[in-house]
C-alpha cells in the first residue's frame, strides 16, 4: 500500500494529498513502518533534508494524531532549528497550527470522547499522545487489542505488557513504576499502556 493509499484510507483523498504536498514542500520524506515497541512516530533530520516515520495502525484516530505530532516537529524545527526544546510552547503552538491547516477536528470530531480529549490536547499537548489518559482511552475504544488501562490496574497486580510480564509497584505523575517479574529490575511505564491481565 502506498502513502497515499494508507492516508486516503484514514483522511480522504484531498486531505492526504495535502498532507503529501506539505511534506514534499518541506522536504521532509514520509514512511509508513511496522509498528515498534518504542515509538508510534518519530521525526528526524538528515542535514538539509527531513523525514518522518510513523507505525502502521488500524486505528485511524491514533495514527493521524500521531502523524500530526511529527508535523508539528517538523514545522517547529524548519522555524526554529535545535534552539527550542523538543515539546517546548512552540511545539504546542506548531502541533495546533498543523492540526487546524489539515481540518482535523472534522475526523476526530465523530467520537465524543476523542473529541473533549483532543481539545484539551491542542491547550497542552503532551509530550506523546500515550501520556495524555483521557486521550488514550478514547483511541482504545477503536483498537482491535483488549486490555486494562495500567493506570486502573491495582498496585501489586501482575500484567503482561509487551510479551513481558511485570508487578505493578507505584502509580506516578505521568508513568508507573513497575517490577520485571524475570530479572526483578524495575522499570516506568506509561500510565495510558494498555496492557494484559495475568495470574
Request: charged share 30%; glycine share 6%.
Amino acid at each position: 500500500m502506498t502513502n497515499l493509499e494508507y492516508l486516503e484510507r484514514y483522511s480522504g483523498k484531498e486531505r492526504a494529498l495535502k498532507i503529501l504536498e506539505y511534506l514534499h514542500l518541506k522536504g521532509c520524506a514520509l514512511k509508513i513502518c511496522k509498528p515498534r515497541k518504542t515509538k508510534r512516530g518519530d521525526f528526524r533530520t538528515y542535514g538539509n533534508e527531513y523525514a518522518i516515520t510513523i507505525n502502521q495502525d488500524e486505528n485511524r484516530f491514533r495514527f493521524l494524531f500521531t502523524l500530526i505530532h511529527e508535523i508539528g516537529h517538523l514545522k517547529t524545527h524548519i522555524e526554529f532549528g535545535t534552539k527550542v526544546k523538543p515539546h517546548g510552547s512552540e511545539w504546542k503552538r506548531n502541533f495546533a497550527v498543523v492540526f487546524n491547516h489539515f481540518h482535523m477536528q472534522e475526523i476526530f470530531d465523530e467520537d465524543e470522547d476523542i473529541k473533549q480529549a483532543v481539545h484539551r490536547e491542542l491547550f497542552s499537548p503532551s509530550a506523546c499522545s500515550g501520556v495524555n489518559i483521557n486521550l488514550e482511552k478514547g483511541f482504545a475504544k477503536f483498537d482491535s487489542n483488549s486490555g486494562v488501562l495500567l493506570e486502573e490496574l491495582p498496585i501489586d497486580n501482575t500484567f503482561v505488557f509487551k510479551g513481558i510480564h511485570y508487578k505493578k509497584v507505584e502509580n506516578r505523575r505521568s508513568r508507573v513504576l513497575c517490577i520485571n517479574l524475570k530479572n526483578k529490575r524495575k522499570y516506568t511505564i506509561n500510565k495510558a499502556a494498555f496492557v494484559q491481565l495475568y495470574d
